[in-house]
């Protein structure tokens, strides 16, 4: 047993520094009235304690502040704390300081013993939090250490005097802290399943840092269980708070993040073949449709934790079946006449369902990757063929592939590994993961984005079996994206990047790299006429309170585009998704990613025709989280999901259906668990949005 107390008193005392210096760290120096100081504050070097050192060490401080002259210490949960003492005249002196010190090395030891008494307003672009630092941290360092912390963050080193350079970056490996069989089992799976997505299999970072022992080991298991427990200001969720893992399972991870990351294994066809069912063949399956319902008016919904998808008849609302499908589904596709929907599970498994039987039911599985998150399929019939209906592709993120597959029985065709080299600077990348995949209208071409080595793969798919492949140059992190509305242009997110990349699908080139706010995650966009500046694609963003829309029409409007021409203000970050539809006046935008529980759980219009703030915010739950918006095929209906927990009975999720024109609610679809992604099957044939 490894009670949480132990990990945090062990975390105070670098933390506890950290943290509680956190809150105060981003004030100017002063420039007016020096305030009472019993010992001069100078920004020029001070002989590194070794003391200090070790104490920022002890507690992991760098994994929550950038400390001048020590290595690694670049932690964004707290702030910088570079000019903390040459800013604690100034903050002593203003109306908002509620703290009770008059001089520097008073306000320092205040800020370690008494954390919460001042909260900094800002910690790298965010709010400081309340009791991110427990008070309990100063008390674990001894009257010697609290000391010679002061004295150091009083005369910090230059930026190029690295005071504390002697010290490698990392420990060798064989210092990382042990984990028992099991532990690392267990360890192995968690991360696989809940921080591969961001961080990458092999801990080279994406979405998150890079997590290979040369950056881990140095922030250590206090460092790291902080991270885990608190969360930090760029996106990633607060873990021990949401009570997602206890104490000594953060521990456990902690250490298991120090060792060297297990080499996960490669998938070859034959085990793809082994894996592969056909349960209805094509020609056991009907030639017309059985049901009597509209089922191109159905949506396909995630039920993420329940391992399946249920099929929602969008003019009755009534379930029409759930489908076992692959662990923690991620999306769906239609087949390009909306017959057969995909869907990729997180695990890799794709299951082929049949929308034309009176159950809608799965006629086809076989699994291509140990992770993945993307399917598509092929849509183009003009000169070079008809290929309806006739192929799919998975994107994985681990092995590093996509694998092109029979579109009537998933029989998998050929495998292309994306392992190749960064865009920028040309490092070869052992994990380079697809992201997302759109069919063009114009060849018989998809666009698979690969993620981390920014480049952007125009795959003619006319010889399956012999693809041909333009590699395009972009940006790296390239994640989702959908078309303009002309579907000629494809607008893809280089989330970490800051970036949009933009392709244009008939001439098969690279159009423009549109920079952007922090973290643009459009999920396929929103397709738009600007009063002012014509027809947009719009993006909301995971690090900004924004909705950016960018210029789209080359022709109609050439001054506008490709650029970002208006900015719409939210009431916070952390936006995942948007979507209007070309009958809609109105753009719909959650914020699901918000730590704020409320207004993860609000969603936004913004009128097209005043598109300068949002027209209406409201809350759509009293739970969970609101997630990700579907039209039904007439638009004139939108679908939310509420995104719940799948261990709580009566908050597991649900649909709200909204009247478009009022924007009143028009039903609620309960009882599901945890609904996140929908799709509609006439929208998603036409990729309409
Ligand atoms: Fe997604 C789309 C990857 C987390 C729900 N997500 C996508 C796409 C990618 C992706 C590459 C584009 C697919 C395409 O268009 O071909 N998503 C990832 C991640 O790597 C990430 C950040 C972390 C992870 O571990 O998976 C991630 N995604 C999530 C979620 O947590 C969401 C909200 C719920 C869930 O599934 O766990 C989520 N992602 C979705 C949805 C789409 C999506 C609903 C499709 C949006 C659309 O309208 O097309």
């Not at 981003?26 to 590194?48: D, K, R």
């Not at 760098?62 to 400390?67: D, E, K, S």
């Not at 002061?150 to 990392?170: C, D, M, Q, R, W």
């Not at 059985?290 to 379930?319: C, H, P």
Request: proline share 8%; with cysteine.
């Amino acid at each position: 047993m490894r009670p949480w107390k132990h990990i945090v008193i062990g975390a105070m005392l670098g933390l506890a520094v950290l943290i509680g210096c956190a809150r105060q760290a981003e004030t100017p120096p002063a420039t007016t009235a020096p305030a009472p100081q019993e010992a001069p504050v100078s920004a020029t070097t001070a002989p590194a304690g070794d003391l200090a050192l070790a104490a920022f060490k002890k507690g992991g401080c760098g994994a929550c502040h950038i400390i001048p002259g020590v290595p690694n210490a670049r932690g964004t949960i707290g702030p910088d704390l570079t000019n903390i003492a040459l800013g604690a005249a100034q903050t002593m002196q203003s109306s908002a300081y509620t703290g009770k010190a008059t001089t520097v090395d008073a306000y320092l030891r205040e800020a370690i013993l008494e954390p919460d008494v001042f909260i900094a307003p800002d910690c790298n672009g965010s709010p400081c939090q309340k009791g991110v630092m427990p008070p309990s941290l100063g008390q674990g360092l001894s009257e010697e250490e609290l000391a010679a912390v002061i004295t150091y963050l009083k005369n910090p080193p230059g930026e190029t005097e690295a005071v504390i350079s002697e010290e490698p970056a990392a420990a060798p490996a064989d210092t990382a802290p042990t984990l028992s069989d099991e532990e690392f089992a267990w360890a192995k799976l968690v991360y696989f399943e809940r921080c591969a997505g961001c961080h990458g299999t092999l801990r080279k970072g994406a979405t998150g840092p890079a997590l290979t022992p040369d950056r881990t080991l140095a922030l250590g298991t206090v460092g790291l269980s902080t991270i885990i427990y608190n969360g930090t200001s760029r996106g990633m969720p607060d873990w021990g708070k949401q009570g997602f893992f206890t104490q000594e399972q953060i521990d456990v991870l902690a250490r298991f993040l120090q060792r060297e990351p297990p080499a996960p294994p490669e998938l070859p066809m034959e085990r793809m073949k082994a894996s592969w069912n056909v349960y209805v063949a094509p020609d056991q399956r009907p030639a017309t449709p059985q049901t009597k319902r509209n089922w191109q008016n159905y949506f396909v919904v995630t039920l993420r934790d329940a391992g399946q998808v249920a099929v929602i008849d969008g003019d009755t609302y009534e379930v029409v079946s759930k489908v076992d499908s692959g662990y923690a589904v991620h999306i769906t596709r239609m087949s390009a006449t909306g017959r057969y929907a995909y869907v990729i599970g997180r695990d890799g498994k794709l299951a082929m369902i049949d929308l034309w039987t009176e159950t809608p039911t799965k006629v086809a599985e076989v699994q291509v990757c140990y992770d993945a998150r993307s399917v598509e399929v092929s849509k183009y019939n003009g000169p070079e063929g008809d290929f309806t209906d006739k192929l799919a592709v998975v994107g994985c993120y681990w092995p590093p592939h996509f694998v092109i597959l029979d579109g009537q029985t998933l029989e998998p065709i050929h495998i292309v590994s994306t392992r190749g080299y960064t865009v920028d600077t040309m490092e070869y990348h052992p994990e380079p993961r697809v992201a997302s995949i759109v069919a063009s209208d114009f060849k018989p071409e998809w666009i698979i984005n690969v993620k981390e080595i920014g480049q952007i793969w125009l795959v003619n798919y006319a010889d399956p079996k012999a693809p041909q492949i333009k590699m395009l140059q972009a940006a790296r992190f390239l994640h989702d994206g959908g078309w303009d509305a002309t579907h000629r242009y494809f607008l893809v997110a280089a989330n970490q990047s800051n970036k949009v990349a933009v392709v244009d699908a008939q001439e098969g080139r690279m159009v423009a790299l549109v920079d952007t706010p922090k973290i643009p995650h459009p999920g396929r966009g929103a397709n738009w006429v600007d009063p002012e500046f014509g027809p947009v694609w719009s993006s909301g963003h995971l690090g900004d309170p924004a909705i950016v829309s960018i210029g789209a029409d080359p022709e109609g409007h050439p001054d506008y585009a490709w650029k970002a021409v208006r900015v719409t203000p939210l009431p916070g970050a952390g936006s995942l998704f948007i979507k209007t539809h070309p009958n809609s006046k109105w753009i719909w935008i959650d914020m699901t990613l918000n730590s704020d529980p409320v207004l993860a759980r609000t969603i936004c219009v913004i009128a097209k025709e005043n598109p300068t703030e949002p027209h209406k915010c409201w809350e759509a739950s009293t739970y969970g989280r609101a997630v990700h918006f579907e039209y039904n095929a007439a638009g004139t209906e939108v679908w939310v999901s509420i995104w719940g927990d799948a261990s709580k009975p009566g908050e597991t999720g649900e649909i709200v259906v909204y009247d478009d024109a009022t924007l009143t609610e028009k039903a609620r679809i309960p009882n599901l668990v945890t609904p996140t992604g929908k799709f509609n099957v006439y929208n998603t044939v036409h990729d309409i949005y």
